[in-house]
């Protein structure tokens, strides 16, 4: 059964400390790996799609890498406003996407 | 930047009530999403469609039902609502082609069954 694991479950980091969030993942034949940032009470925002292992994606103060096993959101000099859940899903090309239960990330100023 | 709108925002209903959540986007996409999200939890696919006059059902059984009978419009219907249906609701589109396509999301309907 397809699997996305995201860790950890709460993040708490000072204004500027910079951090990786991982998602695991385990399923056959993957096509492609999304990142989405969700605001309380809001829809999911498209951040990032990797497709293949060693590729890597930047926004702002956001890097996403891929491997065989595992995707990592990396956040570099967080500001307040990084504050939200951060969900990563997965396709295996019948276009549906498996989700992750997301890391909740809280920057303190 | 995504174009894809749902109406209520937040909807308060008694038991028994009949219910539409609309959804419609502006993008041509030809692929369109309802998916149930409780708080703290994964976001489950209840139903997708591929176009006009296709729809399925997704990896969670839901008592709802959907309809495609325009490209951009995509509503979810419930035909008499119970406490057990009240969740955040989230439709998305995305355009078709490619292995592996990306999904744009709407800012959700947060339904309250009492």
């Known amino acids: 059964e397809d699997q996305v694991t995201q860790s950890p479950e709460a993040l708490r980091l000072q204004e500027g400390e910079s951090s990786s969030l991982n998602c695991s993942y385990t399923v056959s034949g993957l096509r492609g790996l999304f990142w989405y940032r969700q605001d309380p009470g809001k829809g999911p925002e498209f951040l990032f799609t990797l497709y293949s292992a060693g590729e890597e994606k930047e926004k702002e103060r956001l890097k996403a890498t891929l491997t065989k096993k595992e995707s990592f959101l990396h956040i570099t000099a967080p500001k307040p406003e990084d504050s939200a859940t951060y969900l990563c899903?997965?396709?295996?090309?019948?276009?549906?996407?498996?989700f992750g239960t997301g890391t909740r990330l809280t920057i303190i100023p | 930047e995504a174009d894809i709108y749902q109406t209520p925002r937040y909807l308060v209903i008694g038991t028994g009530k009949k219910i539409t959540l609309e959804c419609s986007q502006t993008m041509g996409h030809d692929k369109m999403y309802w998916y149930q999200q409780d708080p703290g939890m994964e976001l489950h696919l209840i139903h997708y469609?591929?176009?006009?006059?296709?729809?399925e059902k997704g990896d969670l059984s839901s008592e709802s039902t959907v309809s495609r009978i325009r490209t951009e419009h995509f509503p979810l219907t419930l035909e008499s609502a119970r406490p057990s249906h009240t969740s955040q609701y989230l439709c998305?589109?995305?355009?078709?082609?490619?292995?592996?396509?990306?999904?744009?999301f709407g800012p959700g309907t947060r339904l309250t069954v009492l």
């Open positions: 998305a589109s995305s355009r078709y082609g490619g292995s592996a396509d990306t999904q744009y």
């Open positions: 469609s591929y176009g006009v006059n296709s729809t």
């Open positions: 899903a997965v396709s295996i090309g019948n276009e549906k996407l498996t």
